[in-house]
């Protein structure tokens, strides 16, 4: 080996990945990578994006990320399930059908199970309905399929959770009655986290690039205002900030004008580089990290693995308010930012639980 390709080959890469499969069917098109992170505390969850990547490059890169994401994600809510996720290369509209979903299944089949599938950004339960004619791997499929369905119900209240925490710890008492919410985005998660915070008194400001999504929202709510867009909503006087959008909403220039106490969203990835957490302390925002507060979708399709009871999921989702609070304390035990409370809280139970596996059980 040169040592060009030490320095650029995938295994000097040093991700901490267990294993990383690509999948390639020529006949429907197939191109996907599966990353598997960690099995440490169970078999891995993660879901599938479909996604027009602009290289095989990009797509690797996402992939190994979002497992990682993923590890901590199902970690820190509590869950026996490791980290891993999957993407699909190619512009879904155009190359997504039957023979591609069922030939990605059997691929994911041959893991047996060390890896399991969801929905993400480009995937429906309807096409996990498809993956699951497969293979025996598949949550988040549809509820006629004994599926949990739509996750982004459980995730608007998960984040409701974490922000009532957040509340509580910054003026004393768990809700949002008489604050100003600005919710950024309104998609699927977004407009029902207005719904929780409507009911609990707050007034809501909302945007979104998709002006449909908006009048959807201000038909049902007539009290909730909208203005035109991100920067105009940083711009308002809020109490919170809730990322509903896209990953990197936090960068330099947001955390500089910010007027919010508290963020707390549904965004993944939401700080745009390393460091931001701490300028959000430095300026007094208490930032609640967004893989904590945004895992009440992962628990809904978790919860698929023990045949789905809706309410036993939703209780617990409703822990996010126990995980946001104690992540509060060791942060402040600790003397660090919440988002690096939240990584050694996942990254403890995963070595703690993990360990037990060494452990021989004569079966
Ligand atoms: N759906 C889930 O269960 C779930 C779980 C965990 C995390 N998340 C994350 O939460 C976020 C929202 O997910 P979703 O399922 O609601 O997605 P979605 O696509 O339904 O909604 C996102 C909304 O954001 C809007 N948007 C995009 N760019 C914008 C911009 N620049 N300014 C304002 N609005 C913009 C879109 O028009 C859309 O209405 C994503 O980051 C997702 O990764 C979702």
Redesign the pocket.
Known sequence: MTSTESSTGVFSRATGHEQVVFCHDEPTGLKAIIAIYSTALGPALGGTRFYDYATEQDALEDVLNLSRGMAYKAALAGLDLGGGKAVIIGDPTRIKNEALLRAYGRFVQTLHGRYYTACD?GTYSEDMDDVARECDFVTGRTVAHGGAGD??VL?AFGVFQGMRAAAQRTWGAPTLHGRTVGV???????RHLVRHLVEDGAHVVI????AA?VAAVTAEHVDVRSVV??DALIEQPLDVYAP????GALDDAVVERLSAAIVCG???NQLAHEGIEKQLQDRDVLYCPDYMV?A???IQVADELEGFSFERARQRAEKIFDTTTRVFALADAEGVPPAVAADRLAERRMTEIGRLRGLHVPR
């Open positions: 950004v996750s982004s995730t950024a985005g309104v998609g699927k998660v977004g945007t979104d690039v998709n999504a867009d991100v509903c959008a896209l990953g549904a965004a993944n945004n009440g979708g992962l």
